[in-house]
C-alpha cells in the first residue's frame, strides 16, 4: 500500500550511521538523522552513481531555475568525490525533480518556513515496497512580494534546502545552524549538513527508483 508522507510519519529513528566501507568512504562525526521513519520501517535513499546526473526543471516564474541550478552546484560543492550532480532540463516530462511555484492542496511532509517564503517537497514514497516514484515534486511560495530582495534572496535559501531533501535528506535537521533546519537561518550548507550528506552517501540504501536504482 502506497502511502503519501504526513509529518506523524516523521518519528526519530536512531542515529547509527554505518559505512558501506567502499574505498575513500568518509568518516564524519558531526551529523544528523536523514532517515525516515513510518510504522517501524526506516527508510534511507540517495541516488546510484549510474542514475546521474540528476535531471530537475523549473518553473519560469520567481527565477527559480537559476535558484535551483545554484542550489545544486552548493551540494555539489558538499562531496568530495563527485558522489552527487544534477542538470536542467527544458522539459519537465524528463525530469527527476520538478520545482514549481505554489502549494499543493493539503500540504504535506517536508515543509519549510522562513520570514518572507515557504517551500515543500513531496515525496511519493512507499514504505512497505521501498520505493520512490519519481518525479519528485518541490513547490516554492512567496510570502510577500516576490520582487522583495528579501523574498528574492529567501527563494535561494529555500531551495538549497529542498535540493537537499531531493538529494537524499529525508529529515530536518535539529540545529538552527544548519541550511536543513525546518526553518533555515542560515545563507548556506554548514560543515554538519556536509558531513550528513557524504556520510548518506556512503550508507546502505534500501529505496529504489523509476530510474532503476536498487537498494
Known amino acids: 500500500m502506497t502511502r503519501r508522507l504526513r509529518p506523524a510519519a516523521a518519528l526519530l529513528c536512531a542515529a547509527t550511521l554505518l559505512s558501506c566501507g567502499d574505498i575513500g568512504a568518509p568518516l564524519r562525526t558531526e551529523t544528523y538523522e536523514w532517515r525516515l521513519m513510518d510504522a517501524g520501517t526506516s527508510v534511507s535513499f540517495h541516488w546510484d552513481r549510474e542514475e546521474l546526473p540528476v535531471r530537475f526543471w523549473a518553473q519560469d516564474i520567481y527565477d527559480l531555475e537559476s535558484h535551483t541550478l545554484a542550489a545544486i552546484e552548493t551540494w555539489k560543492g558538499a562531496f568530495l568525490y563527485r558522489e552527487f550532480d544534477g542538470v536542467m532540463v527544458e522539459d519537465s516530462a524528463d525530469a527527476d525533480v520538478i520545482v514549481r511555484a505554489g502549494f499543493p492542496d493539503g500540504g504535506g511532509i517536508l515543509q519549510t518556513r ?78 554538519r549538513d556536509r558531513q550528513t550528506a557524504e556520510v548518506l552517501y556512503h550508507s546502505p540504501v534500501n529505496v529504489t527508483t523509476d530510474r532503476g536504482g536498487t537498494p
Open 114 to 191: 522562513i520570514t518572507e517564503c515557504e517551500a515543500l517537497t513531496e515525496l511519493d514514497l512507499d514504505f512497505d515496497a521501498q520505493h520512490l516514484t519519481l518525479p519528485i515534486h518541490v513547490f516554492v511560495a512567496p510570502r510577500f512580494d516576490p520582487d522583495l530582495p528579501e523574498t528574492k534572496a529567501c527563494f535561494g535559501v529555500a531551495m538549497i534546502h529542498e535540493v537537499g531533501h531531493a538529494i537524499g535528506i529525508f529529515r530536518h535537521s535539529p540545529d538552527p545552524g544548519d541550511i536543513m533546519y525546518f526553518s533555515p537561518e542560515v545563507t548556506g550548507t554548514s560543515e
